[in-house]
């Protein structure tokens, strides 16, 4: 069983930065496309930035220049650095892989983002 766990997020005004985490078991994160994804209440989950096996990046417009995404191999883990923060960020953010709907892994619980002033 793979299992996804998201920590990092928390409550922060216009502006400010946030790093979160996806630590993953089950699974390589180096063997595989991982990706950050988002979703807002009353709105479709959306993909805003992924990692591919060799390490390439690549980011939704809405986040990029803002947002960066990396793995620790050794940990297990994939990171989003989320900068320059906005209103508009405030989402659960969920980590998982990135393909065919059929190969990605259970979800995870998320964390909440939330920016505000």
């Known amino acids: 069983q793979v299992q996804l766990v998201e920590s990092g997020g928390g409550l922060v005004q216009p502006g400010g930065s946030l790093r979160l985490s996806c630590a993953a078991s089950?699974?390589?994160?180096?063997?595989?496309?991982m990706g950050w994804y988002r979703q807002a209440p009353g709105k479709q989950r959306e993909l805003v930035a992924f990692?591919?096996?060799?390490?390439?990046?690549n980011y939704a417009d809405s986040v990029k220049d803002r947002f960066t995404i990396s793995r620790d191999n050794a940990k297990n883990t994939v990171y989003l650095q989320m900068n320059s923060l906005k209103p508009e960020d405030t989402a659960v953010y969920y980590c998982?892989?990135?393909?065919?709907?059929?190969?990605?892994?259970?979800w995870g619980q998320g964390t909440q983002v939330t920016v505000s002033s």
């Open positions: 089950g699974s390589s994160v180096s063997s595989n496309t």
């Open positions: 998982n892989r990135v393909g065919p709907t059929w190969t990605l892994y259970r």
């Open positions: 990692i591919t096996s060799a390490g390439s990046t």
